[in-house]
């Protein structure tokens, strides 16, 4: 079945520096979606990519869908303490075009030291 | 506007028990699903829904059961309670399609099976 994977699961960082996790899908996504998680919490959406080399910011947040569609990336500029929390990629599952079923990824956790 | 209210947010049950995790949206969302969350595994989608009438299984379907008879709520049932099923719940909903929409996810229900 549909597999979407997360790396890295885990990521240490010192406050100011940068982030990057990336997602990678076995099959073709019509779109993908990014949630941001703090901890003790619940999934909050970030974002959505539709188109085939997407490029969308948000602040310090840029989000990058793959020319292919098989893979997405979320970069964070000068990461702060507020940056704290799981992200996960999403996309449609299997078979679908719509995000009725939503996969997620595993996650990758970030940990910023001030 | 309460968004997606999940009930209870902790419960504790024996190994065998039977009990229906509650999930109510207000937004008229088509889009409603059921995932749980353990350590290192991410979001794994159990049941989803496209509307009201329409079920459909996840990646982890076994041992629950849902029904949507009205948009508004999304029960999920836990047959026989095993150990295996304790775990972080989270309900979400959706609007159909649109780039600018994702999963609004409830505060989640925390299951101990002992």
């Known amino acids: 079945g549909q597999q979407v994977m997360q790396i890295p699961q885990y990521q240490h960082v010192q406050e100011g520096e940068d982030f990057t996790t990336y997602c990678n899908s076995s099959t073709t996504l019509s779109n993908i979606q990014w949630y941001k998680q703090r901890p003790g919490g619940h999934p909050v959406f970030l974002i959505q990519l539709v188109k085939s080399g997407e490029v969308k910011k948000q602040k310090r947040l840029t989000f990058q869908f793959g020319e292919a569609k098989k893979n997405s990336s979320l970069h964070i500029t000068a990461t702060q303490t507020t940056d704290v929390g799981t992200y996960f990629c999403?996309?449609?599952?299997?078979?679908?075009?719509?995000?009725?079923?939503?996969?997620f990824g595993q996650g990758t956790t970030l940990q910023v030291k001030p | 506007n309460a968004g997606v209210t999940q009930t209870p947010k902790f419960q504790v049950l024996k190994t065998g028990q039977s009990m229906t995790l509650q999930c109510a949206q207000d937004m008229n969302h088509e889009y409603m699903s059921w995932y749980r969350q353990d350590p290192g595994m991410g979001l794994r989608l159990i049941h989803y829904s496209v509307g009201a009438g329409i079920t459909d299984q996840g990646e982890v379907p076994n041992g629950y059961n849902v029904s949507r008879s009205t948009t508004e709520d999304f029960p999920l049932r836990l047959l026989s309670a095993a150990p295996s099923q304790t775990s972080v719940y989270f309900c979400a909903s959706s609007f159909v399609g649109g780039a600018n929409y994702g999963y609004t996810f409830g505060s989640g229900t925390r299951l101990t099976v002992v």
């Open positions: 999403a996309g449609p599952g299997f078979g679908s075009s719509n995000t009725g079923k939503l996969i």
